[in-house]
């Protein structure tokens, strides 16, 4: 065929660059101390920044797991089959210490240092990211049984990835699950039917069904079931000490708006072997701590698709022309592209402060425990929940270009609601913070302080500060209008954040756009005076 036209005016491809050249992101870590890491985070962050990571990315979502319940000789198997690039992705994950390194490393920082890698890592692909986050969550829960904790800890923290169903103990590293919700309850896991009756040896045997179970794959799982005692806790290996296969059947794979790299099991118990972890009847309790540490991911993961979207919305408009001139230079789509940032760096500034809070909280800071803990649930319900309107936004930035699976925005805009269903859904998570404040009264002074730790910094901050005040104080219909307080809280807190350690730009933006009385809906209706230049170039892409 002739040529029939010259290709102008389209973008060049978004590789080559440096992830973690994330001024907000490197900042929040130098701040917790960890700045020991960045020269491992940058080196993750340019292979992030790589073609050769994002084909991997890609593939692992175009060629989806499958389920192979039974051998070629109609032996049962209950095996799942990944792409080759799925499981590059998890050795990178595992090999840079995204999965449950931290709680070995006695370095500052260590959780701050880990999750600014998993905010980079996570832009390459989020599917594998369950697995890596659920394994870096089981080692609070696995620590109620200490002796648990000590036979299995080192090897879920170790940095090797070893594929495959063989004994634990056989493997030079672990990968752990989570398996809780069944079909009549979800989120609300006291209604659990799945039973577990004690033996002899000290195990347990359960029998029931899980209706949502993320990376059947993995080594071994933390699961909810009733014993004599009431709900309880225990852990499941996929293959025994003798070598045989737990009876721990997958019955089908789940078909999911996105995550499609990530397998998602129904499964059902048939006597499956399982070790109590805790005490009897404080299943949920013992499992908290776990959730915590996945609401911090998923806050983590949030951020890192508004990072995401925000650099490409950035690339296309610097190379795009429209008009006469770069689309950067539109005043409208600079208003757009400025609006997209300013929630990116609210979003990933407020993940790395609880990051750190982590760190600080278990190295015995009380008050850092506190806002950690209701600092959580409030970031988990605002950031989460706003993922999937900045993906779309983002997305429209590239027009039909983004409309098209090359791009890479339609993945990031399947992902997006899906860290804000995980561990609890957008209500779940808002009365989670309710029953923190209720629970713990002294969580609340804990936050407030943590707020006026930038008091006078900003008149619009001081007054959301103030407002909210009232809406803590007045406990009528509390439970009908639990949305709006956290999103004042969490409002508040990134304010707050911002004017202390963010660009000035940016808390500018934030505050006249989030907390200041004009402001829009959508994004890109930041009132005029916006240093829009300034923010716009934080989320340039860096050659790496």
Not at 314 to 328: D, E, P, Y
Not at 418 to 432: C, F, Q, T, Y
Request: charge should be negative; glycine fraction near 10%; hydrophobic fraction near 40%.
């Amino acid at each position: 065929m002739t040529a029939t036209h010259e290709v102008t005016n389209q973008v060049p491809l978004p590789y080559g660059h440096d992830t973690a050249a994330d001024p907000t992101l490197l900042a929040a870590l130098h701040r917790a101390g960890a700045g020991w890491a960045e020269p491992e985070l940058r080196g993750l962050g340019r292979l992030a920044g790589s073609e050769q990571a994002a084909d991997w990315g890609r593939l692992a979502n175009e060629n989806p797991p499958v389920l192979r319940t039974h051998d070629r000789f109609g032996h049962r198997i209950d095996e799942v089959e990944f792409h080759p690039y799925w499981h590059e992705l998890m050795r990178t994950a595992v090999s840079y210490g995204l999965h449950a390194a931290p709680w070995r490393d006695e370095r500052p920082g260590a959780h701050s240092a880990r999750a600014a890698k998993f905010f980079v890592w996570s832009q390459v692909e989020a599917g594998h990211t369950c697995p890596i986050s659920m394994t870096y969550a089981a080692v609070p829960a696995l620590r109620q049984s200490p002796s648990l904790a000590a036979e299995l800890e080192p090897l879920l923290a170790a940095t090797e990835y070893d594929f495959g169903l063989r004994e634990p103990h056989t493997k030079r590293g672990l990968i752990a699950g989570m398996s809780m919700t069944e079909k009549q309850g979800g989120s609300d896991v006291r209604t659990n039917t799945t039973a577990a009756a004690p033996h002899a040896d000290g195990t347990y045997r359960l029998t029931g069904h899980k209706w949502f179970t993320s990376a059947p794959m993995s080594d071994l799982f933390l699961t909810l079931a009733q014993a004599p005692g009431g709900l309880s806790c225990f852990v499941l290996p996929r293959v025994l000490p003798d070598g045989s296969r737990n009876r721990l059947h997958l019955m089908r794979l789940k078909d999911k708006l996105g995550n499609k790299s990530n397998a998602s099991a129904e499964l059902e118990y048939d006597g499956a072997v399982g070790w109590l972890v805790g005490e009897e009847g404080r299943g949920v309790p013992t499992i908290i701590e776990m959730v915590n540490m996945t609401r911090l991911d998923c806050t983590i993961g949030a951020a890192s698709g508004m990072r995401y979207g925000a650099t490409r919305a950035v690339h296309h408009a610097l190379h795009r022309r429209a008009f006469g001139k770069a689309l950067v230079d539109q005043p409208l789509m600079r208003n757009v592209l400025a609006d997209l940032v300013v929630e990116s760096e609210a979003a990933t500034t407020v993940a790395m402060r609880l990051a750190r809070a982590t760190d600080l909280a278990l190295a015995g800071d009380e008050t850092e425990a506190l806002v950690r803990r209701l600092g959580l649930a409030v970031a988990k319900y605002w950031v989460c929940k706003r993922g999937p309107a900045h993906a779309a936004e983002a997305l429209e930035c590239l027009g039909g270009n983004g409309y098209v699976e090359e791009s890479g925005m339609p993945r990031l805009y399947r992902e997006a609601p899906l860290v804000s269903i995980w561990e609890g859904s957008g209500n779940v998570a808002a009365l989670d913070a309710l029953r923190a404040m209720a629970k713990r009264p002294e969580t609340v002074e804990a936050f407030l302080g943590e707020l006026d730790a930038a008091a006078g910094a900003d008149r619009r901050l001081d007054a959301a500060v103030a407002e909210l005040r009232k809406q803590l104080s007045d406990l009528s219909d509390l439970e009908y209008r639990t949305r709006r307080l956290v999103e004042s809280m969490a409002l508040a807190f990134q304010g707050s954040l911002l004017v202390r350690y963010g660009s000035p730009a940016v808390a500018d933006a934030f505050c006249a756009g989030r907390l200041g009385g004009d402001r829009g809906a959508a994004f890109g209706t930041l009132p005029a005076g916006v240093d829009t230049g300034e923010i716009i170039d934080r989320a340039r892409p860096v050659p790496a």
